[in-house]
């Protein structure tokens, strides 16, 4: 029960990593504010997490809309009068080479991740400064620091989540705030699940540990950083990645 009387926000929390997280902090004692694009997946993780013991509110939130986040944290603090934990996963792709990526797509991708990630962060930064205190993990992922083919879209913003968490970081240290990131390598969500199998079994072959993360592996990691554990850990990037790309 690391994480028992703490109240924790999670983005994109309706299936994959997201879910994980969630859950794994309901495990851990936390009270959860669940936001997704989707209410209906959104809810039956809110559902399980209830479960498990916390209590648990989900918000239907496109976090790209900064309306959307502000008007749902509004609502998170009347209903847990703070958060102590924000974790920021949402996130989604639309893959294309680079002669082949859009204006449009490349526009929406980063408006999710990068944007969307600032659009929390600013959010909540203002009631962490005032309490001195409070963790923030940002959700980036490998191809933020080595790129990926047909993933120009989504690499550009994974990056740009690892540049945000560093400057954050030296900003937020002096009101004892912490921000870190984490990256995780090919990792088994319904998405992943969609890949064609062959791409899969190049990565995987290229994994030093020879298979794919389970979501909860990502999800223990992350509650480490939520912890009380990781209290002189800030600006840091962590892989999660079986040793792909080392």
């Known amino acids: 029960m690391k994480l028992k009387g703490k109240v924790a926000l999670v983005t994109g929390a309706g299936q994959g990593i997201g879910k994980s997280i969630a859950l794994k902090f309901a495990t851990e004692g936390a009270d959860l504010a669940l936001f997704d694009i989707n209410r209906e997946t959104c809810t039956e993780t809110g559902e ?6 916390g209590r648990c509110t989900v918000y239907a939130v496109d976090v790209a ?14 209903v847990f009068g703070r ?3 924000l974790v920021n996963n949402a996130g989604f792709d639309r893959g294309a080479t680079l002669l082949k990526v859009t204006e449009k797509d490349w526009e929406a991708v ?9 659009n929390c962060i600013q959010a909540l930064a203002p009631m962490m400064i005032r309490r001195r205190c409070g963790k923030i993990i940002n959700i ?4 933020g620091k080595s790129g990926g083919i ?14 945000l968490t560093k400057s954050i970081a030296k900003e937020l240290g002096k009101s004892n705030i912490t921000v870190n990131a984490v990256l995780p390598g090919l990792t088994d969500t319904p998405t992943i ?4 199998e062959k791409y899969k079994k190049m990565i995987i072959d290229a994994t030093p540990l020879g298979r794919m993360a ?7 990691v992350v509650a480490f950083l939520a912890s009380d554990e990781s209290s002189y850990i800030t600006g840091a990037i962590i892989e999660v990645t079986g040793g792909w790309m080392m």
């Open 83 to 85: 958060v102590d934990i």
């Open 48 to 53: 399980e997490s209830k479960g498990l013991g």
């Open 65 to 78: 809309k900064r309306e959307h986040v502000q008007g749902a944290c509004e609502q998170v603090m009347t």
């Open 214 to 220: 389970r979501p909860e592996e990502i999800a223990n």
């Open 150 to 163: 047909a993933a120009i879209s989504y690499s550009a913003a994974k990056g740009g989540i690892i540049g």
């Open 110 to 118: 980063l408006d999710v991740h990068l944007k969307g990630t600032l």
């Open 140 to 143: 980036a992922s490998i191809y």
């Open 193 to 196: 699940r969609r890949m064609p």
